[in-house]
Structure formats: C-alpha cells, structure tokens
C-alpha cells in the first residue's frame, strides 16, 4: 500500500512542470537530489516495475515466460534513463521538497535517511504500517459493539431529553 501511494505521488510529480527547479540554487538542488536518493525513490521505483511485471504480461500476452526477465530488464533501464535524465523524476521532485523543507531541514534530513537508523525506517516502516493497520482494525472491529451501544443510549437520551421538555413547554401554556 505504502508503495502504491508513494509510486501515486511520484507519478503526479511526473505529470507536473519542473519549472520550480530551475529556480533553486546549485546548493539546494543538490542536496534535495541527495535526500531523494537516500529516501530510495529511485529503487521504490524499480521495485514497483518488479512488483508489477504480470500488468506487462496481461498487456503482452505474446511475450513468453522466459523472455519476461529481457523485457524487465529492458523497462527497467527505460525508468533509470527517464528517473535521472534531465527533466526527469528527479529533477521533477526538487520542487516538492524544497517548497517543503528549508535547506537546513534538507541536510537534516539527508544525514538522517543516510544513517543507518535512517535505512533501517525506510526499510521497516512499510511493514510496521502495516502491521499497525491490522492492530488498529482489529481494535475497532472489538469497539463497534460498544460503540453501538453508546450511539443508542445517547440518542435515548436526547430523545428522553426532547419529550420532556416539550411536555414542559405544554404544561406552561
């Protein structure tokens, strides 16, 4: 899922204008550049082609099984050229981290995903998401009948508390 939302966002930035980029100092430009490498986004990437070479072979019905590792080769040195090509996702990037973070929070950030600690979130945190999804869900699966019930008695309640005060306001006529 992470990897989906994260390829969505690469993908929207691609469809964007880098004209953003082109106003960012030599010093700035290079270090977004460096934090997006550390963050992994080009190997996400590739890792999404893996993930996803049965849309290929769904598209391409004529490509045999053994030449599937050729032609995801062949898609995955496509998205290196157009990942680092001028113009391309990297540069297309820049503008959304530097509009996010100040060059400071940059560096910051940089030393922090090149750090070991910094590798191992980026490698656990997908999972540990995950894992947390299914620890919440199974929490408010156990809540709903509680939650059921509190809905009812405070509807009770307001229902009890709206009778009694129009038979109040009709007593006062």
Do not use: H
Request: proline share 6%.
């Amino acid at each position: 899922m992470f990897v989906r939302i994260v390829c969505g966002v690469l993908f929207s930035v691609l469809v964007c204008t880098s004209a953003f980029a082109g106003e960012l100092s030599p010093a700035d430009r290079q270090q977004a550049l460096r934090l997006i490498d550390a963050l992994g986004g080009k190997d996400m990437i590739l890792q999404y082609v893996r993930q996803n070479m049965g849309v290929v072979k769904k598209f391409r019905p004529d490509i045999t099984p053994e030449k599937m590792p050729l032609v995801e080769q062949e898609i995955t040195a496509c998205v290196n050229e157009k990942i680092l090509a001028p113009g391309g996702l990297a540069e297309q990037l820049l503008p959304v981290f530097t509009k996010q973070f100040t060059p400071q929070e940059l560096r910051e950030l940089t030393a922090f995903y090149e750090s070991p600690l910094g590798r191992k979130t980026l490698d656990s945190l997908p999972s540990a998401l995950r894992e947390a999804k299914t620890v919440a869900q199974r929490m408010a699966v156990g809540m709903i009948p509680e939650l059921n019930n509190r809905v009812t008695q405070a509807l009770q309640r307001e229902a009890q508390s709206n009778a009694g005060s129009r038979s109040g306001a009709a007593a006062a006529q």
